[in-house]
Each structure stands twice: as structure tokens, then as C-alpha cells.
């Protein structure tokens, strides 16, 4: 009797925690159409093979390179792992997370987050965070993320945060249930409309200059990461003026390259270089670069990587090809379709046309 009664009760509480459970995946955004920046961590973990390049960092990143044009015009393999507002520490602790898989041979950060020393909000927490596989990694940044009104409970159970959604599910919601669709390309967000740049609002007067003590700390330990694992660092400002980097942050990161034998590339100062027209090449009035804009900036910087580190070619190896091949498809795929889109509606209407400012 006594065993039929156990068996009995862990039956309920399976069947209540697979209840649950299924609630939870209902009930947590799917990031598919709209705001698809909440999908871009989680895509990370559905790659088949290794990359020797990793993009780390905000909008900056996802927005502004094309890894598909790595690969095409360099045989590079690369990956951004981005995300919207992605604060220094959590880039620390996705680097942390992806050296669980693999270990690149170069890390690109972008040093726009600096300017941020403390968390800053729930929902873009959230987009950088529900993504990760649960690990130390993922554990510690909660911790480091959270803003005074969140808790750590409801990271470990997210059916606790989203529990109120019921009103808010769409078709979106059920039918990626138990699967999604891929928003990026190798991290990539692709965008082919095009709105010029016109101008920006001149840069607020600040009351002090520093970038703070604990943004520049993770990016020490970004730095000792990456030295403790034999890989090369390389801080970067993408070529993007707004959010305005400021001439006192720039000096600061100069100095920290020198005093940590680290490349610093201020793109901004380099566009006319890359060839990047901002009339062109920018989809939302100059904030990010559009697909060409993203092609012309990773060709510029691929001929960078393969000039100066021991990168491997990779588009004659018949399993690297294959894959690749896989994602250069859906890229043209996507490219054609949403240029389809502004031919018949002069806007875009398919996923992501909507996105946030990263």
C-alpha cells in the first residue's frame, strides 16, 4: 500500500510539473515577430560547429556585421553574441558561457556598453537573460544584472514573472510552443531598408567623464578571460555616432588598450576608409547600419583579422562548407524577401521590423 500510494503521489506531482512547465513555455514571450531581440541569446546554443571569431556586445555588434560576409569573403567562422543593451558584465558572463563550447581564437568587444556602471532595466535584462542555458554563468549574471525590483526566483522560475500574460498570447505564442524560427543570421540582425542619416541632437554635457569603476572592472575580466584561454581581444567602437561617444571615453579606452596590449579601433574615425555612406547604408536614420552598411563594415574588417591573426580559411572543408552554405541561403533568402517587402509596401512587414533601439 504503501509503495502504490507513492507512486501514486509522484504521478500527480509529475503530471502538476508538467503542467506547469507548460504553462511557463506558453506564457514566456517568443521574441518571433515585432521585438525579435529577446530570441537573439538562445540561438546561439542551435550551432553545429565552432567559431574562430566571437562578436560580443549590444546592437553595435548584432546590427553593424555580417558574419555571413566573413564567411563568403574570408572563409571566417563567426558568431555575435549579442543582444539588446547588453551591459558589460553580462558580455563578460556570455563569453564565460560560450567558452563552455568552444574556444575562439579572436573576441571583439564593443565598448559602447562602458558607459553603463550599473543595471539599468528589467525587460532588457530579461532579452539578454532567459536566453542562457542555466550554468554559473548564468547564475552569477542575474546576480549582477538585476535592478532593485527584481529577484532571483523569478529567473529560476520565470512562470512567476510572465504568469499575467494570459491576456496578452497570440498565434505567436503557440505556435512556437516547443520550437522557433531563427531571427538571426549567425547573430546578425538583417535589415535592408534604408532612411539617411540627417543629424543628431547635440551630446549632453556631463557632469563627469569617467567611465565607471565596475564596467571598466568586467572589462578587466573580459581582458584576463581571454589571456587565460590564449585568445586575442579586440576593443572596437562601431562606426555609428548616436548614442554619442563622447571624446573623454574614447581617450580613456586608448589608454587602456596601451596599458593592456590590446587592438582599439575607434570606426567613426574610420568610415570614410570602409567606404560606409551614411545616406545609404543606415536603415533608421544613422543609429545602425543596414545590410549593406553590415557587408561593407566585415569586409573591411575581415581583410583586418585574416591580415593579423592565424585565421583559418574554411570554405574548403566540405563539413564547414556544407553548414555554411546552409546559412548563406537563408540569408539571401531573407534578403530577397524583405526587399520583396519595400517593393510592394514601402515598408517592411515581416519580423523585425519593428525592433528596438539596442
Given at each position: 500500500m504503501k509503495r502504490k500510494a507513492f507512486l501514486s503521489g509522484l504521478a500527480v506531482f509529475l503530471a502538476l510539473a508538467a503542467v506547469l512547465w507548460l504553462c511557463q513555455r506558453l506564457l514566456m514571450p517568443k521574441y518571433q515577430t515585432g521585438i525579435v531581440e529577446g530570441s537573439m541569446v538562445e540561438e546561439y546554443y542551435r550551432e553545429e560547429l565552432p567559431h574562430e571569431v566571437l562578436f560580443i556586445g549590444d546592437c553595435e555588434v548584432y546590427e553593424n556585421f555580417s558574419p555571413i560576409t566573413l564567411w563568403e569573403n574570408y572563409g571566417v567562422t563567426s558568431y555575435i553574441r549579442g543582444s539588446a543593451q547588453q551591459l558589460v558584465w553580462q558580455s563578460y558572463y556570455l563569453l564565460e558561457d560560450a567558452l563552455r563550447y568552444e574556444t575562439p581564437k579572436v573576441v571583439v568587444f564593443n565598448v559602447l556598453a562602458l558607459k553603463y556602471n550599473s543595471p539599468q532595466s528589467e525587460a532588457y535584462n530579461r532579452m539578454s537573460l532567459d536566453g542562457m542555458r542555466w550554468s554559473a554563468s548564468k547564475a552569477a549574471?542575474?546576480?549582477?544584472?538585476?535592478?532593485?525590483d527584481e529577484s532571483f526566483v523569478d529567473y529560476v522560475f520565470p512562470l512567476l514573472r510572465y504568469h499575467a500574460r494570459w491576456s496578452e498570447l497570440t498565434g505567436d505564442d503557440f505556435k512556437h510552443l516547443f520550437s522557433k524560427d531563427l531571427v538571426t543570421h549567425a547573430g546578425y540582425y538583417m535589415r535592408v531598408d534604408v532612411k539617411p542619416q540627417t543629424g543628431f541632437p547635440p551630446p549632453m554635457v556631463l557632469p563627469d567623464y569617467t567611465l565607471?569603476?565596475?564596467?571598466?572592472?568586467?572589462l578587466d575580466k573580459i581582458t584576463a578571460l581571454c589571456k587565460e584561454?590564449?585568445?586575442?581581444?579586440?576593443?572596437?567602437?562601431?562606426?555609428?555616432?548616436?548614442?554619442?561617444?563622447?571624446?573623454?571615453w574614447d581617450a580613456q579606452i586608448?589608454?587602456?588598450?596601451?596599458?593592456?596590449?590590446?587592438?582599439?579601433?575607434?570606426?567613426?574615425q574610420l568610415?570614410?576608409?570602409?567606404g560606409l555612406?551614411?545616406?545609404?547604408?543606415?536603415?533608421?536614420?544613422?543609429?545602425h547600419l543596414n545590410t549593406q552598411g553590415a557587408?561593407?563594415?566585415?569586409?573591411y574588417f575581415g581583410r583586418y583579422l585574416t591580415e593579423t591573426y592565424d585565421l583559418t580559411d574554411y570554405r574548403n572543408?566540405?563539413?564547414?562548407?556544407?553548414?555554411?552554405?546552409?546559412?548563406?541561403?537563408y540569408y539571401n533568402d531573407m534578403k530577397e524577401q524583405q526587399y520583396a517587402e519595400l517593393a510592394e509596401y514601402g515598408h517592411l512587414v515581416s519580423f523585425g521590423a519593428n525592433a528596438i533601439e539596442g
Open positions: 549574471a542575474i546576480r549582477a544584472s538585476m535592478t532593485e565607471g569603476e565596475n564596467a571598466m572592472g568586467y584561454n590564449g585568445i586575442a581581444l579586440i576593443l572596437i567602437k562601431a562606426p555609428t555616432e548616436y548614442p554619442h561617444w563622447y571624446d573623454e586608448v589608454d587602456y588598450a596601451e596599458e593592456n596590449g590590446l587592438p582599439y579601433f575607434n570606426y567613426i568610415r570614410d576608409e570602409i555612406d551614411m545616406t545609404t547604408d543606415t536603415y533608421d536614420a544613422g543609429l557587408e561593407k563594415m566585415a569586409d572543408d566540405e563539413r564547414y562548407a556544407a553548414v555554411w552554405a546552409e546559412k548563406v541561403r
